[in-house]
């Protein structure tokens, strides 16, 4: 099966974001990819209309802090949806597991206990070219998914 381009959407359908605001928090771990989630994801909601004031961005050291840094910012700053960016890539060792286990599952718990959309925007790779082709490469970037997902969800709520 092919893998679909993650920057390939249909753009009809997705609602202004001119009214809305956003946190987006960040993994310092694989910056090198995370940090092109996070350009993809600030430049997708702008180019959707939402206001550069209204994304407040965050970092936290590595994937499996990404829900807490996400309940930290729905604790203090009124956010309507909020994107977990990282990129978790296989080792030798059995740590991607736990790491895409808590992370994956503390994510969803977000979600319900604030009723709000926290968008899972973690990159889970056997290898780093497979990251770097899903932060702004062959399969488009993980970070305009995650933005148009969180302006999707913020208008399904209103
Ligand atoms: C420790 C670790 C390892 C081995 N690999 C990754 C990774 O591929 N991606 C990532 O985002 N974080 C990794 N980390 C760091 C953990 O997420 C976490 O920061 C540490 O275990 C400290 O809690």
New binding site residues.
């Given amino acids: 099966m092919a893998t679909k381009n993650l920057s390939d959407y249909d753009i009809t359908k997705v609602p202004s974001a001119k009214n809305m605001k956003f946190g987006i928090v960040v993994?310092e771990?694989?910056y090198e990819i995370t940090g092109a989630l996070a350009e993809g994801a600030v430049s997708t909601l702008l180019k959707h209309g939402a206001k550069e004031e209204n994304i407040i961005v965050s970092h936290v050291?590595?994937?499996?802090?990404l829900p807490l840094g996400g309940q930290f910012m729905a604790e203090h700053e009124e956010v309507d949806a909020i994107i977990l960016l990282?990129?978790?890539?296989q080792?030798e060792t059995r740590?991607?597991d736990f790491?895409c286990q808590g992370v994956t599952q503390a994510t969803a718990d977000l979600n319900l206990k604030y009723n709000k959309p926290f968008i899972f925007g973690v990159l889970t790779t056997e290898n780093e070219e497979q990251a770097k082709s899903r932060a702004g490469g062959r399969l488009g970037n993980k970070g305009d998914e995650a933005a148009v997902t969180a302006i999707k969800m913020v208008a399904l709520k209103e």
């Fill in positions: 993994s771990w694989n050291p590595g994937s499996f802090e990282g990129c978790v890539i080792g740590h991607f790491i």
